[in-house]
């Protein structure tokens, strides 16, 4: 309506409409020397917002032990039921966190996640938050598409040993939560190390 | 709530008044309850209607006023606790709802309950059905004024393998403490410690330093299961002095040497907790304080589909909740159900799931290849026509006998019985895989078959006295041990039991022996002592698995029944055998009672399954099935869910199975004899199909299929595998079966004759007595291993003269081989009251393998000896 409207005091305006056939260009000229919207993404890739919600992550303390228990209120939260979570009991011989219980299936569907972070609200531990990858989460098939714990657990940070491995000596379950424990202590080293020493030979004999 | 009496009788009613609200309930009603009339729920934690008023945990704090002498209506000074105030008239009761002061109160309580409650939801088994997780959110404030460091304990104790105590989350309302006291009889757990340390505990070591020096707890008597006066006095004389020590003051209490793996700690008896009903209290704990080891961890309430339930195992048919998750089932809960089990059921009952699950689940049929022997999975349609084929050849080379077994459904007996009418043309059907008599079958039809429903679980209840003649019911009908206890209790029933000894189940019914040889039942039921235990008017006589084992009992009860009026309930073992009799998958039954040989009764069902004729000649029972099939007789079998093991003669069994030339085995599982058969078509546990047991009482039990599946029951198999020989059985369909069952109604002609006279059988030197233990190594109870931690240890149980004889001095614990010709027994011996002459041995317990190792009964001579490795002790 208002398109029209300008045209008809153009028509009115004698020897502008001389330029009329090319007067609409003048927006695509004045917009060539604007600032470009249009990110070329495959080639330049651009980062997002601080708080974009991207994939998930499934974090550690700082010992390299997990820091999802298992409890299940990310997929009780879940809008999109994308998430499933089954818990189970920490062993003396394969603690995976603090505390008695652990994730033991952990899995997000990216299907069908819409990625709106009331999980991250829900998650008790902060074991779970959002990363700003998005590019993982495309694929060929419906199954690649259901990321399991290995794919959300956080990468190894220095300091750390992954699990199983047992707590920090001494410490309990609160001071894993209250910051006390900073890294990975030579006792769960050497204890991780004694663990893997016993299968080196068959490992060979595997191989 | 839960009404397990109606009252017939008018009661007095008392008027009162409930937030302004005028309501009238029957005298000596608790206000928690008069307010539920009126749909005001108070907040509450130790309140149970099945357990008595214990006032423990205060959250049901109301407002009370009530009439003093004169008629002035008075507010009592202190808000009172609804779970033990019964209504008087004239009662002004406010609640939260309309009362400020008692809001506050119950607010406070709240607020004390939650001082030292972890706030460990997001991982305990609780949270999401938790009570006090519900009540805070809706009677707490969301802030505590508690700012201090709570108190710990150490995570969990293990209080039997099952049953797991998380101290911390405890709020001591004693659900647990009075289930084990008041209905389960099983003291395991109890309040220690006072003040802010006071606990839940077993009686260990760790809690109290409380030390007892047993000897052996295998060989222990039923006399000893007392608690003896001088170690209780030791444990509290310990208490004291720990709780004085400094260790306790800072709030955390010593690690007790516990976790939550390992050996289950004694109970205060000495032995390792087994109670029967142990997970009862899991499921009545208002807070997550106990929890199931096998259910740990394993799903969160939100995740679960519940699906009504009832239990396969003995023949109490309880109502369960079958709780699964993405199609597997993860818990069995108690379902309320006041005619039958009330809110409880048994550690079997709920736990004992996984057998279904196994990894020797069948999934597709299996034909024998006939050039590599093997049997090979094939599609169903080839597998039917084989199968139909194999029988119909051998239903004209000699018969078919046909094993169905005490486990399936009314639906799926009714299939059996009907295709070994229609499409075998035998009446060779009998589904007792275990010890039978030619007598049992005709008490079954004269006094069992077609007589509807008849002594239930409240005539049980309600009964002055009762005579367990070969039952041991807490072993084998743990529900019924429930009602007893519980009217033993509240109304002096008088139980008496007719055994060689006094089990533990029977001294917690504070009964009444007649001891007696097995085998001589049916003497026993002769005496004037069964007489006068019965003599009251309403008294019910119960009838066991044992007694089939016993010549003459049968009509020895028939006999007790009509001299003293009392009722008659027979009570078989296994969930299926009063629904088979039903059914008519006996020799000498067709479906409601009808005898074979009355040609009426052949008439009348051969019409309505629109078949010309019936098979007139009664057929062989289980025993003659298999000595014929081992003889070459019979040349084809079809078996269900049969285990060789329980058969009176294993080895003959798996004879026959060899010798027979077509078998054809329906089977969830993989078992002996699907090993042996030429077609193995698979079918449904009881969670993948609907279908309906009938319980002891004779009462229908209709259940839902919990899972879904493509397994088919055995009736939809027996319905497919019908078609494929051209005959049509017409039950296809969950329902069918029991539908048509239904519609044929009872039989109101002649009942089958009395059992005949039988000659007592003349007593052996040293005799055998065996029964099945509730926690045993059935194959039904496979693949739970917390459970079977639970069981009772196997123990040999001599008399004391009879040890002595075998050259035991007194107080020397010992061994004993129970042999016969066909093998051996060897068992931790414990001297027991009981007949010189006799031996005791659990039926299919860890260790004792009686039928498969002996191939022998109750009342069967058997060779007694010391092991080898008699210890000498103290």
Redesign the interface.
């Known amino acids: 309506m208002a398109d029209r409207e300008q045209n008809d005091s153009d028509s009115s305006g004698g020897w502008l409409s001389a330029f009329a056939p090319i007067a609409g260009f003048g927006v695509t000229f004045a917009t060539m020397f604007t600032k470009v919207v249009t990110e070329e993404y495959p080639e330049q890739k651009v980062p997002t917002a601080p708080r974009f919600h991207g994939r998930h992550q499934l974090n550690r303390h700082p010992d390299g032990l997990e820091k999802c228990?298992?409890?299940?209120?990310c997929?009780?939260a879940c809008p999109a039921d994308a998430i499933y979570v089954?818990?189970?009991?920490n062993?003396?011989e394969e603690r995976f966190s603090p505390?008695?219980?652990y994730g033991r299936v952990y899995q997000i569907n990216y299907l069908r996640c819409i990625l709106c972070g009331l999980c991250i609200e829900a998650c008790?531990?902060r074991a779970l938050t959002m990363t700003n990858e998005y590019e993982q989460l495309k694929g060929p098939t419906r199954a690649g598409l259901i990321f399991e714990k290995q794919d959300l657990l956080a990468p190894m940070l220095g300091g750390m040993i992954p699990a199983p491995h047992p707590m920090v000596p001494g410490t309990t379950e609160q001071d894993y939560y209250q910051g006390k424990v900073t890294q990975a202590v030579p006792e769960q080293q050497e204890w991780v190390d004694a663990r893997t020493g016993d299968d080196e030979p068959a490992q060979e004999a595997h191989r | 709530m839960t009404v397990t009496e109606p009252s017939k009788t008018p009661v007095d009613l008392v008027t009162l008044t409930i937030d302004g609200i005028e309501v009238s309930v029957p005298k000596g009603t608790l206000l928690i309850r008069a307010a539920e009339e009126l749909g005001i729920a108070i907040p509450r934690f130790c309140d149970h209607p099945l357990l008595a008023p214990a006032g423990a945990c205060r959250q049901c704090l109301v407002e009370v006023a009530m009439p003093d002498r004169e008629g002035n209506v008075r507010p009592m000074p202190k808000p009172q606790a609804s779970c033990t105030m019964t209504a008087s008239p004239g009662m002004v009761v406010k609640t939260q709802l309309t009362s400020p002061v008692s809001e506050k109160a119950q607010r406070g309580v709240m607020e004390l309950l939650l001082i030292n409650h972890p706030l460990d939801c997001p991982v305990c088994d609780k949270g999401g059905e938790c009570p006090l997780q519900n009540q805070a959110m809706a009677n707490g404030q969301g802030s505590s004024r508690f700012t201090e460091v709570k108190r710990t304990f150490p995570k969990p104790i293990r209080i039997s393998t099952q049953v797991l105590l998380d101290r911390e989350r405890c709020i001591l309302c004693q659900r647990c403490t009075r289930f084990s006291k008041e209905i389960a009889g099983d003291p395991f757990i109890d309040l220690q410690m006072r003040g802010a340390k006071q606990q839940i505990g077993t009686f260990s070591p760790g809690v109290l330093n409380f030390h007892v020096d047993l000897p052996d707890p295998v060989v222990r008597t039923s006399e000893e299961l007392e608690p003896t006066p001088q170690s209780l006095q030791q444990g509290s004389s310990e208490d004291e002095s720990r709780g004085a020590s400094h260790e306790h003051a800072t709030g955390t209490y010593a690690a007790d040497n516990l976790t939550t793996t390992g050996q289950a700690l004694l109970d205060e008896s000495g032995q390792p907790f087994a109670s029967y009903f142990s997970g009862n209290t899991i499921q009545i704990c208002p807070v997550g304080a106990l929890t199931g080891a096998a259910y740990r961890f394993r799903a969160r309430p939100f995740d679960l589909v519940s699906t009504k339930g009832v239990c396969e195992h003995c023949s109490s048919g309880c109502a369960l909740r079958v709780d699964h998750r993405r199609g597997k089932v993860t818990r069995r809960l108690a379902a309320d159900d006041p005619a039958v089990n009330e809110e409880w059921n048994c550690d079997k009952g709920r736990w004992a799931f996984n057998w279904a699950t196994g990894a020797d689940r069948l999934t597709h049929p299996l034909v024998r290849d006939p050039e590599t022997g093997e049997l090979e999975p094939v599609s169903w349609p080839y597998a039917l026509q084989v199968a139909a084929a194999g029988l119909l050849k051998a239903r004209d080379a000699g018969g078919v006998g046909v094993l169905p077994g005490g486990r399936l459904t009314v639906e799926d007996a009714y299939a059996y019985a009907k295709f070994a009418r229609v499409v075998l043309r035998t009446n060779d059907i009998d589904f007792r895989a275990r010890a039978h008599s030619a007598e049992e079958e005709a008490f079954l039809g004269h006094a069992v078959a077609g007589t509807g429903l008849g002594v239930t679980f409240a005539e049980l209840e309600a009964a002055p006295a009762v005579l367990l003649a070969g039952l041991e019911a807490e072993e084998e009908a743990a529900s019924i041990f429930l009602r007893l206890r519980k009217s033993v209790l509240n109304k002096g029933k008088k139980v008496t039991s007719i055994a060689p000894w006094a089990s533990r189940g029977l001294i917690k019914l504070s009964g009444t022996l007649i001891q007696t040889v097995p085998g001589q039942e049916a003497a026993a039921l002769g005496t004037p002592e069964a007489a006068a235990a019965v003599s009251t008017p309403g008294s019910v006589i119960l009838l066991g698995p044992r007694l089939t084992e016993s010549s003459g009992a049968y009509q020895a009860a028939l006999a007790l029944a009509a001299a003293t009026g009392a009722k008659l309930a027979w009570v078989p073992r296994r969930a299926g055998e009063r629904g088979a009799v039903e059914a008519g998958a006996l020799p000498s039954l067709l479906p409601g009672g009808r005898p074979v040989s009355d040609a009426a009764a052949r008439v009348d069902i051969a019409a309505a399954w629109d078949v010309d004729s019936l098979p007139a000649q009664p057929g062989r029972d289980t025993a003659r099935i298999i000595d014929d099939a081992s003889a070459g007789l019979l040349p084809g079998l079809l078996v269900g869910g049969v285990d060789p093991d329980d058969l009176p003669d294993p080895a003959a069994a798996r004879a026959a199975l060899e010798t027979a030339s077509f078998v054809v085995s329906l089977e969830v599982r993989a078992s002996t004899v699907s090993a042996y058969a030429d077609v193995v078509l698979p079918v449904a546990p009881p969670a993948e199909k609907g279908g309906t047991f009938l319980n002891w009482e004779g009462r229908w039990r209709e259940f839902p299929q919990a899972l879904t599946s493509e397994a088919l029951s055995d009736g939809e198999v027996l319905d497919s595998l019908a078609s494929e020989a051209g005959e049509g059985l017409g039950l296809r369909g969950e329902k069918a079966g029991s539908a048509e069952l239904a519609q044929l109604g009872r039989w109101e002609g002649a009942r089958t004759e009395r059992p005949e006279a039988h000659t007592l059988a003349p007593a052996s030197a040293t005799v055998l007595s065996t029964w099945s233990m509730l926690l045993d190594k059935g194959r039904l109870q496979d693949g739970e291993p917390y459970l079977a931690g639970t069981a009772h240890r196997a123990v040999a149980r001599v008399s004391p003269a009879t040890a002595t004889g075998l050259g035991l001095a007194a107080g020397v614990t010992g061994s004993v081989t129970v042999s016969n010709d066909r093998g051996e027994i060897t068992l931790p011996l414990a001297i027991t009251p009981m007949p010189d002459g006799v031996v005791w041995l659990p039926s299919n317990s860890p260790g004792s393998p009686v039928r498969a190792r002996l191939a022998a009964g109750n009342g069967d001579p058997v060779v007694l000896r010391l092991a080898g490795d008699a210890l000498m002790g103290a």
Do not use: Q, S
Request: with cysteine.
């Open positions: 228990v298992g409890c299940e209120l997929a009780w089954e818990g189970a009991d062993t003396e505390g008695e219980r008790p531990t």
